[in-house]
């Protein structure tokens, strides 16, 4: 079966760090493209990040929403078959379930989460004093 299993999130205070997995369950990730995406509290799930397939970080190319520009970095580690979202100077505003998904649907923009299945079940963020 195909799974994904986000992990690494928790509580943190504003200007912290965290770096979220994504670990991938019944297949090898390095033949897809993987999102990320968050939901917070009374709002729609929005896109956060993207990485295309590829063997490398160089070999990948990479996305970002302009919220996060500058302080996220996606990348893939095809060996330990999961992706990665560190998260740098990171705001109240960060505060979210964040979510990985496979992307399946090429049609429109990456953001778009009609283009994305496999779902894993998500990992609390809260960027709090």
């Known amino acids: 079966q195909l799974q994904l299993v986000e992990s690494g999130g928790g509580l943190v205070q504003p200007g912290g760090s965290l770096r979220l997995s994504c670990a991938a369950s019944g297949f090898t990730l390095d033949g897809y493209a993987i999102g990320w995406f968050r939901q917070a509290p009374g709002k729609e799930r929005e896109g956060v990040s993207y990485?295309?397939?590829?063997?490398?970080?160089?070999?990948?190319?990479?996305n970002y929403a302009d919220s996060v520009k500058g302080r996220f970095t996606i990348s893939r580690d095809n060996a330990k078959n999961t992706v990665y979202l560190q998260m740098n100077s990171l705001k109240p505003e960060d505060t979210a379930v964040y979510y990985c998904a496979v992307r399946r649907r090429y049609g429109s923009d990456w953001m778009n989460l009609n283009n994305y299945d496999n779902w894993g079940q998500g990992t609390q963020v809260t960027v709090s004093s």
């Open positions: 990485i295309s397939i590829g063997g490398s970080i160089g070999g990948s190319s990479t």
